[in-house]
Nanobody, 123 residues
Framework: VQLQASGGGLVQAGGSLRLSCVVS????????IGWFRQAPGKEREGLSC????????YYADSVEGRFTTSRDNAKNTVYLQMDSLKPEDTATYYC?????????????????WGKGTQVTVSS
């Protein structure tokens, strides 16, 4: 199982970035992809979750209304569109898979994790 996150970079406050997570190495019709982030000195934080089968989503309060997750099943790719970025969004962003869906999504519950991609928001 592999998850490859990409799309991070340096952006000014108020700007946007779109992260991608390409999933490979398993053959399931349904699973959930969560996005997480971890800033230096802070605990890993769950941001969003999307279910492959029906596209149902969940967002943490800290990002709801600014971040949007979506999926392209044909490409086995999940996206995190991040708008109105703030300096406090600076962190390493990770995607992870849970084979049982978003109900069990959480920082301690995911089945596999990808390597992170760095997002830096300047003020």
């Amino acid at each position: 199982v592999q998850l490859q996150a990409s799309g991070g970079g340096l952006v000014q406050a108020g700007g946007s970035l779109r992260l991608s997570c390409v999933v490979s190495g398993f053959a399931l019709d349904d699973y959930a992809i969560g996005w997480f982030r971890q800033a230096p000195g802070k605990e890993r934080e769950g941001l969003s979750c999307i279910r492959r089968s029906d596209g149902s989503t969940y967002y943490a309060d800290s990002v709801e209304g600014r971040f949007t997750t979506s999926r392209d099943n044909a490409k086995n790719t999940v996206y995190l569109q991040m708008d109105s970025l703030k300096p406090e969004d600076t962190a390493t962003y990770y995607c992870a898979v849970h084979f049982s869906g978003c109900t069990f999504y959480g920082t301690d519950n995911m089945d596999y994790w990808g390597k992170g991609t760095q997002v830096t928001v300047s003020s």
